[in-house]
């Protein structure tokens, strides 16, 4: 498959423009909309791209590059990055020529480009970004990059918390299958209840934060 034809294999819905770009107005659509949604939708790659992708956790990034050129047709990695002591003259032909032919039309540049960002990647191209570009917006994002950062790490623990609530309720409604003493059930069956509380307690908080439909 080319770059051209998977990008347009992706992005066959319509897009429709958002009304206002404030970050509570975009952290709420993302909420609603699956990650494939807003890339089918061409949210990740139009002008609103860098917008909905920063209110994005890491988990839907990587999500989203599943959907990118590079992922897709596997170009020479080398076109991405410039050689050693290669000329600027010839490196910027070859990448305007890069970024022409795979990131302008991948669907989920804005993706890639602020998972570099968060990763402080700023090595060859990146979201159709070269690497003087990248280190600019790494200076004038940084408070807000810092922050994005901060709430991955939130999300990937309250994420593994959440998983671990689960996985106790299960263990411990098997602790005592069969005869027990009535007491022991009695106490199992609290536990259970507390777990499944702390379960629902857990679930609540994630979708306040996130919407009912966002993976984090
Ligand atoms: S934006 Fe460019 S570098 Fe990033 S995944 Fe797409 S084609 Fe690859």
Request: with cysteine; hydrophobic share 40%; net charge neutral.
């Amino acid at each position: 498959m080319t770059a051209r034809a998977h990008s347009t294999a992706t992005t066959g819905r319509a897009h429709r423009p958002l009304d206002e770009t404030t970050a509570t107005q975009i952290a709420d659509y993302v909420a609603k909309d699956p990650v494939d949604d807003l890339i089918a939708a061409g949210y990740l790659a139009g002008h609103d791209g860098n917008l909905v992708a920063r209110q994005l956790r890491r988990p839907q990034l990587l999500q989203a590059l599943e959907h990118s050129v590079c992922n897709a047709v596997e170009p020479d990695l080398n076109d991405f990055y410039r050689e050693d002591l290669e000329p600027a003259v010839d490196w910027h032909g070859r990448r305007t020529q890069t970024v022409r032919d795979h990131c302008a039309v991948c669907p989920v540049r804005a993706a890639c480009t602020e998972l570099a960002l968060r990763d402080r990647d700023r090595h060859g191209i990146r979201g159709g970004l070269p690497e003087e570009k990248l280190a600019i917006r790494l200076k004038t994002d940084a408070d807000r990059l810092e922050a994005a950062r901060d709430a991955d790490t939130r999300a990937a623990r309250t994420q593994a918390e959440r998983v671990k609530a689960a996985v106790d309720v299960q263990r411990i409604a098997i602790m005592h299958l069969g005869s027990a003493p009535a007491a022991t059930r009695a106490a199992n069956n609290a536990a259970v209840r507390a777990a499944v509380q702390r379960r629902h307690e857990l679930l609540t908080q994630h979708r306040l934060e996130t919407g009912w439909a966002a993976a984090a």
